[in-house]
């Protein structure tokens, strides 16, 4: 669990990066015409993943709590998981786990993000955005594990 744990740090650290990167060369008064659409796309592409990690967090307290823990690389408590409505921190820890697992292969999937960071093409940014369309916002385990906390 240690490798999708730091992974999905990683990635969400990238992702905020990244993020400001791009904005910043968004300001470029020499960018062309492509370049600032490749950007401009990029940058929803970051924001509509973010948007689905806030939206996720939005859904209750519980949720907010184990997707910050999956974020951070926070710990979980035996308070907080009381706090929760958890059974016991074992619980708390197998939901957690659950959710990194999902995470890692669906909103923070390693090889989308990075096709993302590197590519140049406007049509690969497209299937990027419609590959998150099928296995972020069409995800049945990722709707059905949000339906359950």
Known sequence: MTDVR???VTDFNSLVEVSSQ??????????TDNERQLYILKLSV??????????????SPKLKALVMICLTDGRCSSEEAEKLGFRSIGHMRFVRDQLRTLLASSVLETGII??????NSIAEVQ???NWYKANVI???QLRRFIARN
């Open 6 to 8: 730091s992974q999905i």
């Open 22 to 31: 791009i904005s910043a060369k968004l300001t470029s008064p020499n960018l």
């Open 46 to 59: 970051i924001k509509m993943i973010t948007g689905f990690l806030k939206a996720l967090m939005d859904q």
């Open 114 to 119: 990075n096709l993302l960071f590197r590519t």
């Open 127 to 129: 299937e990027i955005i």
């Open 138 to 140: 069409e995800n049945v």
